[in-house]
């Protein structure tokens, strides 16, 4: 793999990244709102309703680290990746990535910008488009962000195939003729193509064989020691979680509950929530398991367009007090960075 040099001691570098402080925040999120409106009518359409999708969240993600995100399906996880890097505009609140707020910029500064964040979709069969070859798909952002021309775009494409492990005389084939690890590794291919800091991973390795999501894994894992690339890894399997992520945020309709390094919130989880969650985590040892309490919520996610009132999770927590019932939690530091949304912490 000779040709991996050529890719980038640019902005996604190792030799990049390793300039800039530990501490530096690559992306701020604070007080985000993305609402999805439901209309009745048929001549003439009112919206009646929102779907919160995502109500009211902030955190940070450090530049080099990997925060892994959490929650049962619909919490509203995909959303909050898709809004981070405007495929979806903000309904409130704001989104700095590298010094600029995302939701403010339009047209041509944002378009910019779509360099420096990637994403990487769930479904490897829907992301790629059945009439495009490998070589075009890799070579569309190349030619949109005016990268690459002529040979230069096509020794690049054939070079990010032998990156990803992939043959780099695959260009001319069809995604049809890939198995869905290989449509992934086409799918990571293309969000590398830029040169990008940040990529979004939104499930990567959900739609795959478990023998292939190991892989998929520690090629994600390889990419961001070599390119210094930072992640915000999108997942519902908490053991894949832990394995990948310096922290971890727990999300649950609509809202982040807790947030912390991976280590503390596996050993200490704080949140009802998150209790529940890693009490579902099996673990291969039927002495511990045998033993270990299983935490069962009673009850159904509520839903988004009516979310409760008070504390989001009052209606299924073992822990509920009068208070949950009323008014939200504050989103607090509880030391060393251990944030939390819980009256009863």
């Given at each position: 793999?000779?040709?991996?040099?050529?890719?980038?001691?640019?902005?996604?570098?190792?030799?990049?990244?390793?300039?800039?402080?530990?501490?530096?925040?690559?992306?701020?999120?604070?007080?985000?709102?993305?609402?999805?409106?439901?209309?009745?009518?048929?001549?003439?359409?009112?919206?009646?309703?929102?779907?919160?999708?995502v109500?009211?969240?902030?955190?940070?993600?450090?530049?080099?680290?990997?925060?892994?995100?959490?929650?049962?399906?619909?919490?509203?996880?995909?959303?909050?990746?898709?809004?981070?890097?405007?495929?979806?505009?903000?309904?409130?609140?704001?989104?700095?990535?590298?010094?600029?707020?995302?939701?403010?910029?339009?047209?041509?500064?944002?378009?910019?910008?779509?360099?420096?964040?990637?994403?990487?979709?769930?479904?490897?069969?829907?992301?790629?488009?059945?009439?495009?070859?490998?070589?075009?798909?890799?070579?569309?952002?190349?030619?949109?962000?005016?990268?690459?021309?002529?040979?230069?775009?096509?020794?690049?494409?054939?070079?990010?195939?032998?990156?990803v492990?992939?043959?780099?005389?695959?260009?001319?084939?069809?995604?049809?003729?890939?198995?869905?690890?290989?449509?992934?590794?086409?799918?990571?291919?293309?969000?590398?193509?830029?040169?990008?800091?940040?990529?979004?991973?939104?499930?990567?390795?959900?739609?795959?064989?478990?023998?292939?999501?190991?892989?998929?894994?520690?090629?994600?894992e390889?990419?961001?020691?070599?390119?210094?690339?930072?992640?915000l890894?999108?997942?519902h399997?908490?053991?894949?979680?832990?394995?990948?992520?310096?922290?971890?945020?727990v999300?649950?309709?609509?809202?982040?509950?807790?947030l912390?390094?991976?280590?503390?919130?596996?050993?200490?989880?704080?949140?009802?929530?998150?209790?529940?969650?890693?009490?579902?985590?099996?673990?291969?040892?039927?002495?511990?398991?045998?033993?270990?309490?299983?935490?069962?919520?009673?009850?159904?996610?509520?839903?988004?367009?009516?979310?409760?009132?008070?504390?989001?999770?009052?209606?299924?927590?073992?822990?509920?007090?009068?208070?949950?019932?009323?008014?939200?939690?504050?989103?607090?530091?509880?030391?060393?960075?251990?944030?939390?949304?819980?009256?009863?912490?």
């Amino acid at each position: 793999m000779e040709a991996q040099t050529k890719i980038a001691p640019q902005k996604g570098s190792a030799e990049a990244n390793a300039l800039r402080s530990d501490n530096e925040t690559i992306l701020s999120v604070r007080n985000l709102k993305k609402y999805f409106p439901i209309t009745q009518g048929i001549l003439v359409q009112r919206k009646v309703a929102d779907v919160k999708a995502v109500d009211g969240i902030s955190f940070d993600v450090k530049a080099g680290e990997t925060l892994g995100l959490v929650g049962e399906s619909g919490c509203g996880k995909s959303t909050t990746g898709r809004t981070i890097l405007q495929l979806y505009r903000p309904t409130e609140g704001s989104v700095v990535f590298q010094g600029k707020d995302l939701a403010q910029l339009k047209g041509e500064e944002l378009r910019k910008m779509r360099s420096n964040m990637q994403m990487i979709f769930q479904d490897p069969y829907a992301s790629l488009n059945p009439r495009m070859t490998v070589g075009d798909i890799i070579a569309e952002p190349l030619e949109v962000h005016n990268i690459a021309k002529g040979k230069e775009k096509k020794e690049r494409v054939q070079e990010l195939l032998q990156i990803v492990g992939l043959n780099p005389y695959f260009v001319n084939r069809y995604p049809h003729e890939f198995s869905g690890g290989q449509r992934q590794r086409i799918g990571v291919a293309r969000a590398l193509a830029v040169n990008p800091d940040f990529i979004v991973c939104d499930e990567p390795i959900s739609a795959l064989d478990v023998s292939i999501q190991a892989q998929i894994i520690n090629l994600l894992e390889e990419l961001q020691n070599r390119f210094g690339l930072t992640y915000l890894f999108i997942a519902h399997d908490l053991s894949v979680v832990r394995h990948i992520s310096d922290r971890v945020a727990v999300m649950y309709l609509g809202k982040i509950v807790e947030l912390t390094d991976s280590q503390t919130l596996y050993a200490n989880p704080l949140h009802p929530y998150t209790r529940a969650l890693l009490s579902a985590v099996p673990i291969p040892d039927p002495i511990i398991e045998e033993k270990r309490e299983r935490i069962i919520l009673v009850g159904d996610v509520p839903s988004p367009v009516n979310p409760p009132k008070g504390c989001r999770f009052h209606t299924r927590c073992p822990l509920a007090i009068p208070i949950c019932k009323e008014v939200a939690p504050e989103w607090r530091d509880v030391g060393n960075g251990h944030f939390v949304e819980c009256h009863v912490v």
